[in-house]
């Protein structure tokens, strides 16, 4: 491993290495450390080497296992932590500057539940609550859990599985569930309504496939949606990218079958634009994921937190909190 450029490093130094720093020293695993911060464990270790080099010695006792601080790293942990309080309590100030001229609530949503998900989950709130004034950050899922973790934002809103986890300290943030989401196969519609591509395909014959790019939250449920189907699905990727949007536009024009969450397409499918790619008599390629609210704790320093912590339910019929749950603003 190239070690960092230590010139470079003397000039600079980053607050997240501090706030990884700080985060090794309670779990005394780089393994859960990287994980905790959502970054792979190599660029945890670089980024913790980088502290290293601008410290000019030794944080971390490489010798021992669970890791442990050396002296110098034990004295850099106390004084991270009045640091990082102390940004964070100035940031809160600022933000709290901030809101109280804009009264804004600041939302980091992935880009696929930005376009479909959260108009109609904030005309919900709107109903009960009023006016909100509101500001949506789209970003893919991984820098819209940073954003949390930054506190850069109020709220962020995320879809959740079981097999796909976000790695979020129930200790720093709390999360409410505000409803659920189904991926299903969708292609375009033939002139008499049937599927212009249908599952399963043959061998030697797969069918088109738009697929989501690597890394892309809901091509990891896709994958899992395959691999736990009941028979053999035949493929063949011709086109992919990270956005639900962008696979349904290129379904809506034919070129293969996608998986699309529902609310994505529920326009098209009612005016019959697109179909389902699953025959009856084959279930299992479905999947029900959840969408979560989640912000950091009102007494915890950092997260989300400011004009986040005014609304404190919804209320409404069993239609409107399928899609919108009890939630805190």
């Not at 010695?57 to 932590?81: F, K, N």
């Amino acid at each position: 491993m190239q070690a960092p450029d230590r010139t470079r490093i003397m000039r600079s130094m980053e607050t997240k290495w501090l706030e990884d720093f700080v985060s090794l020293a309670e779990t005394r695993s780089f393994s859960r450390s990287a994980q905790l911060r959502h970054i792979t464990q190599p660029a945890f270790s670089r980024r913790i080497q980088s502290l290293e080099a601008w410290a000019g010695t030794d944080l971390v006792d490489r010798s021992s296992y669970p890791t442990r601080l050396t002296p110098a790293g034990q004295t850099l942990y106390t004084q991270s932590l009045e640091m990082l309080q102390a940004l964070q309590s100035t940031r809160a100030m600022l933000r709290g500057h901030a809101a109280a001229g804009q009264d804004v609530i600041e939302f980091a949503v992935p880009h696929t539940l930005a376009f479909t998900f959260f108009p109609a989950w904030m005309s919900s709130l709107r109903e009960t609550f009023g006016p909100i004034k509101s500001r949506l950050i789209a970003l893919n899922v991984h820098d819209a859990v940073m954003r949390l973790v930054e506190g850069g934002c109020d709220l962020l809103i995320a879809y959740h599985h079981p097999s796909q986890p976000l790695q979020l300290d129930a200790e720093r943030y709390e999360m409410v569930r505000l409803g659920q989401e189904k991926l299903s196969p969708y292609v375009k519609a033939d002139a008499d309504g049937s599927p212009l591509y249908r599952l399963p395909g043959r061998p030697g014959q797969p069918l088109p496939y738009l697929g989501y790019a690597p890394g892309a939250y809901l091509g990891g449920v896709t994958d899992l949606i395959l691999k736990e189907a009941g028979t053999a699905i035949h493929l063949d990727r011709v086109y992919e990218t990270d956005m639900a949007e962008g696979l349904k536009v290129m379904a809506l024009e034919g070129h293969g079958v996608a998986f699309l969450p529902y609310s994505a397409v529920k326009k098209e499918l009612r005016e019959g634009k697109l179909v389902s790619a699953a025959p009856p008599g084959l279930p299992g390629l479905e999947l029900l994921m959840d969408v979560r609210a989640y912000r950091g704790k009102p007494s915890v320093k950092g997260g989300c937190q400011g004009a986040g912590t005014g609304i404190l339910g919804l209320s409404g019929g069993p239609e409107r909190r399928k899609m919108t749950g009890v939630a805190w603003l």
